[in-house]
């Protein structure tokens, strides 16, 4: 190995303890991915993490300072194709190498600035939140698997879209508290945290529930390399959602939603050989 191909390597291993770290359950569905997808999956999630850690953790800091310049540093290195960041430069190498659309990476760090200037959404804030936070995060993982086939990914763009929104979604009701108490953000339009009861939990859940139900052709079309580690995503969440549809309204205004890493390595395991079996 080149001292050129060493420092690729290794900035690209950052990112997988930054997955490693910071995520259980993404670890887990990484490792159901065909080796090779391993990591530009881990550099993709290294690079939307730090972003969101600017916004969510660095109170004492000058948080808008530090957002635009991890843009402009992010723009800088996928156009000089370099980065002394390990962070950026590993995920300047997939987008380089995956032709992600620059305008994916524009959408998610606009999300981004939202955290920093809204409190509560409209329709339409809510939706181009989502989008940039969430759907466009599985676009630029979609681009990785389906490795230059355009036709692929524009027929599976729409279904992936909808499982990015789920699954943001999902994390905005298991988050309901420390968004408002920590962060002051309430994400569903229209709703009040003092007054979030079992009418809107509902309402909120037809939606999501839709939204699982219409991802699944996607999923079911994806390369066989990908498709299993989806599929755990997938049913991960589901299961998460489905503890939640079971509780009552005040139990998730009042504590966050959790599945055991026990039942998340079950699940792993089950899916997989399930898999494997051709049951699913």
């Not at 065909?34 to 999956?41: A, E, R, S």
């Amino acid at each position: 190995m080149d001292a050129i191909a060493l420092f690729d390597q290794t900035t690209l291993e950052c990112s997988r303890l930054i997955t490693q770290r910071y995520s259980t359950s993404f670890t887990l569905g990484i490792k159901t991915l065909d080796k090779k997808l391993h990591l530009p999956i881990y550099a993709i999630y290294g690079f939307v993490r730090y972003a969101d850690e600017i916004v969510d953790t660095f109170h004492n800091q000058d948080k808008q300072s530090l957002l635009k310049r991890f843009k402009k540093d992010t723009y800088e290195a996928i156009e000089a194709g370099i980065s002394l960041n390990p962070v950026l430069h590993a995920f300047q190498l997939i987008v380089n190498k995956y032709k992600i659309d620059l305008d994916l990476i524009e959408a998610f760090l606009h999300s981004m600035e939202m955290d920093l200037d809204f409190k509560t959404y409209n329709d339409s804030k809510y939706h181009e939140y989502i989008y940039g936070s969430a759907e466009v995060v599985g676009l630029m993982c979609l681009k990785v698997f389906c490795d230059g086939d355009q036709e692929m990914y524009l027929k599976l763009r729409e279904p992936a879209c909808k499982l990015g929104a789920a699954f943001q979604k999902v994390n905005f009701l298991r988050d309901i508290k420390s968004d408002f108490e920590e962060r002051g953000r309430v994400y569903f339009p229209g709703v009040d945290f003092n007054h979030f009861d079992k009418s809107v939990k509902n309402l909120i859940e037809q939606d999501i529930q839709k939204d699982f139900d219409d991802s699944l052709i996607g999923i079911e079309q994806l390369p066989k390399c990908a498709k299993l580690g989806v599929k755990v995503a997938y049913l991960y969440y589901q299961k998460l959602f489905d503890k939640i549809k079971g509780l009552p309204a005040e139990t998730i205004t009042q504590k966050r939603i959790r599945i055991p890493n026990s039942q998340k390595i079950s699940l792993l395991l089950g899916t997989y050989f399930e898999s494997k079996l051709g049951i699913t």
